[in-house]
């Protein structure tokens, strides 16, 4: 499955914004969903999950109650819904796609195809 994020973009502090990702040559109807991110200098940063079974979607305590996922396996799109934002969720997100439904903790080797990542920077 091919996968291009986009939404990205420049927002001020407790702006919102909403990331899709489209898969293409493939469906996510069998994948779980993840969105990750990359500030520079830092490592990829789970963020959420949402599993291809019964959409349970799994987010990273750090940004529980400000980010939500969904998809829509008809669609063929997942999204990040991203509210409140801090200067801090400035990097680069990408959205990922795992064969795995059970895992502890998400980490990128979990996931076996990858976007390209969408910039979002926010500003104080």
């Known amino acids: 499955v091919q996968l291009q994020a986009s939404g990205g973009g420049s927002v001020q502090t407790g702006g919102s914004l909403r990331l899709s990702c489209r898969a293409s040559e493939g469906s996510i109807g069998r994948y779980t969903m993840g969105w990750f991110r990359q500030a520079p200098g830092k490592e990829r940063e789970f963020l959420a999950a949402?599993?291809?079974?019964?959409?349970?979607?799994i987010v990273e305590a750090s940004v529980t109650g400000r980010f939500t996922i969904s998809r829509d396996d008809f669609k063929n799109t997942v999204a990040l819904q991203m509210n409140s934002l801090r200067p801090e969720d400035t990097a680069i997100y990408y959205c990922a796609a795992s064969t795995r439904l059970y895992v502890n903790t998400w980490r990128p080797s979990d996931f076996t195809a990858w976007g390209r990542g969408t910039q979002v920077t926010v500003s104080s």
């Open positions: 949402s599993t291809w079974n019964t959409g349970r979607a």
